[in-house]
């Protein structure tokens, strides 16, 4: 019978990967965009919140599924550079130019873009930057947590069980709320955190180009769900 327990480093690391890459979109399966985006949403997270980071394990205590959040994105996002990226070595793959401080354009391919996510600019990953017409996001619903687990252990009621040990260890870190953004396509996350308390993001994001509140402008759109962790957020 799997159970939930904290994560456990270096000793989860591999499995952690292993998940990562298989609940990943096709998008993020070729290398090295499989590498860089492996730290860009899931590594960074159990390295620097381990608090708020659980493992879904099997009978031999091998993690099959994870939830890796952070009761404080804008903290998360300043720790990055500093405490994550700055010792990061992803062997064979040079490190980025920062462009920004540099005066250069911003790369335009997928790669160099997650790369520069990872070196140059967390915040962005982090969706600090969405512009909203009212108050951002990470203000008023701050944590945000990542969640994927092996095929073979879906839809037998353990991210439920997942979501709510996280949303008690982010209100214990202090958070007044949590967000998350989906691919605008993917209905069937979206129908999972309805079930799960989280509601479309009542903000008008991108100048309102998708003309729906909570969602980006495109086809695939970013659609951002909110959930309230203490009463009056
Ligand atoms: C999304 C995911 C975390 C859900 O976890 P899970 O263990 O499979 O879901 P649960 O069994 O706990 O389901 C909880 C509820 O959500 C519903 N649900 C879960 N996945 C769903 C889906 N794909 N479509 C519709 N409803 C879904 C369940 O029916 C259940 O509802 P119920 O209580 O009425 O029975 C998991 O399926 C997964 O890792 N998927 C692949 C990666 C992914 O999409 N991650 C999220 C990216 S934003």
Redesign the pocket.
Known sequence: MPSIRPVSLPTDHAALDHIFRT?SGPSFKPEPAATISSHLFCHAYAALEPRTSLVLVDSSNTPV?YILGTPDTRAFASRWKREYAAGLDLAGIARPPDYAAQGLPRPADFESSLLDLLFNSPEELLNLHVPSREEPLAGTWGAHF??????A???????????EEMCGALRAGGARGVH????GR????A???A??GFRRAEVVLDGGASGEVGRMAGENGTVFMVKDLVEGV
């Open positions: 609940t599924g990542h969640v994927d687990i092996l095929p252990y879906q839809r037998q009621g353990w991210g439920a069980a997942m979501v998350l953004g989906l691919e993917n209905e069937g996350a129908r999972f955190y079930r799960m």
